[in-house]
């Protein structure tokens, strides 16, 4: 698979604009694994190198889509394999707007927080668990594709959080949209 001729495609298929492309109407055949990976701190690797270019690794991530447990790029008459240590997509930053929270990823998508469906609680790979395995916030960025709260991220939020008592125990909670997430539990003493 050549790089640049899978970019041509790509840029001849989406528009100018931040505009997703429909990749969930995109079926092509499968033309086999490309050298290129995700990994856990949110860098592009391609042929074990890393993609300098912001732009390339925007342009990609607009074409991701997930099948079973499998990441690939597509396009209208391309679908290639591709490896992720984790998930797609890093949160690097987080505000809010009018009560309403804005994640945003290190590829620029950003994602209002309004439905609970939209984040879960996970036990991240081992590389980066604590010594108890605690669950971390992830993120739903669109359709079935993720995103991990960077930790700088999550610490921040969790400045932010509020401490609810439940009969289940005690959590961290955040509010969007006057709806609350719980971004963590506390283990109970």
């Not at 990749?23 to 300098?52: A, H, M, Q, T």
Request: glycine fraction near 6%; charge should be negative; proline fraction near 6%.
């Amino acid at each position: 698979m050549d790089l640049t001729k899978f970019q041509h495609q790509l840029t001849s298929a989406t528009s100018n604009g931040r505009v997703l492309p429909p990749v969930e109407n995109w079926d092509p055949d499968f033309c086999g694994d490309i050298n290129l990976e995700i990994k856990l701190d949110g860098r592009w690797f391609y042929e074990n190198s890393p993609i300098g270019r912001a732009s390339l690794v925007k342009l990609f991530a607009s074409v991701l889509k997930k099948e079973g447990d499998s990441y690939f790029l597509v396009t209208p008459v391309e679908k290639v394999g591709i490896r992720v240590e984790d998930v797609p997509f890093l949160i690097t930053r987080w505000e809010y707007q009018n009560g309403q929270l804005i994640f945003t990823t290190q590829t620029d998508d950003n994602i209002s927080l309004a439905d609970q469906a939209q984040l879960e609680l996970r036990t991240p790979p081992p590389a980066l668990q604590d010594t108890d395995a605690t669950p971390i916030p992830y993120v739903r960025v669109r359709r079935n594709l993720w995103a991990r709260l960077h930790q700088n991220a999550y610490y921040q939020l969790i400045d932010n959080a509020s401490v609810h008592e439940s009969e289940e125990g005690t959590s961290l909670v955040i509010e969007s949209c006057g709806t609350n997430f719980i971004i963590g539990n506390l283990p109970t003493t």
